[in-house]
């Protein structure tokens, strides 16, 4: 089944309760699909997992990432059992591009984005109409590096101008002190 690539084969990890959702479970817990609440006509769209330099994270808690922590690798799919290789996905990059991108690919690699806030959506349709598509999202944040932070940039310019204040005053104390030698060999 398209979508749960990680469902355990032991006895009894499918299951379904009175409201007729049904249970399944995997390697990375248990994942509830409700067949009321997505039609045929309309998949449910889902991110399956995330990833950072092929490691992957915990999208539920972790959305804040250093500047070197820039390549990020989506997978994502579409619940939907009747015919899941004709299913259409759409995504985006907010804060990246803007626009839709149309594609049949389960994978979406972003590498090195630069430091700022983004919002990956996605979202699925079987005949490329995502009028009432419904959409998945995942928001993280890329941090500055400190060297591009506000007050290290402040902090060096103090630093530079205080060096230059201090070769200055050293400049002028050995001038003026060669100019009193020199004003003593004449005395003399």
């Known amino acids: 089944i398209q979508g749960l690539s990680s469902l355990s084969s032991e006895v009894g990890t499918i299951t379904q309760d009175n409201a007729l959702n049904i249970y399944f479970s995997t390697s990375?817990?248990?994942?509830q699909y409700s067949p009321g609440a997505v039609s045929i006509k309309k998949p449910k769209t889902i991110i399956e997992n995330v990833q950072v330099f092929l490691?992957?994270?915990d999208k539920a808690t972790v959305n804040s990432?250093?500047?070197d922590e820039?390549?990020?690798?989506f997978f994502i799919t579409a619940l939907y059992y009747s015919d899941p290789e004709n299913i259409f996905y759409q995504y985006k990059l907010e804060g990246f591009n803007n626009g839709w991108v149309s594609t049949k690919d389960r994978m979406i690699t972003f590498p090195k984005l630069d430091p700022g806030k983004y919002k990956f959506i996605v979202r699925s349709s079987l005949n490329n109409n995502f009028t009432n598509a419904t959409e998945a999202w995942y928001e993280f944040e890329i941090h500055k590096p400190f060297w591009k932070q506000w007050w290290f940039i402040v902090l060096a310019i103090l630093a530079g101008a205080g060096l230059l204040f201090w070769y200055i005053k050293k400049r002028e104390a050995t001038l003026k002190h060669?100019?009193?030698l020199r004003q003593e060999k004449i005395q003399f």
């Open 28 to 31: 990375n817990g248990v994942v």
């Open 55 to 57: 490691n992957d994270i």
């Open 65 to 67: 990432f250093s500047y």
């Open 70 to 73: 820039n390549n990020f690798t």
């Open 178 to 180: 060669v100019q009193q």
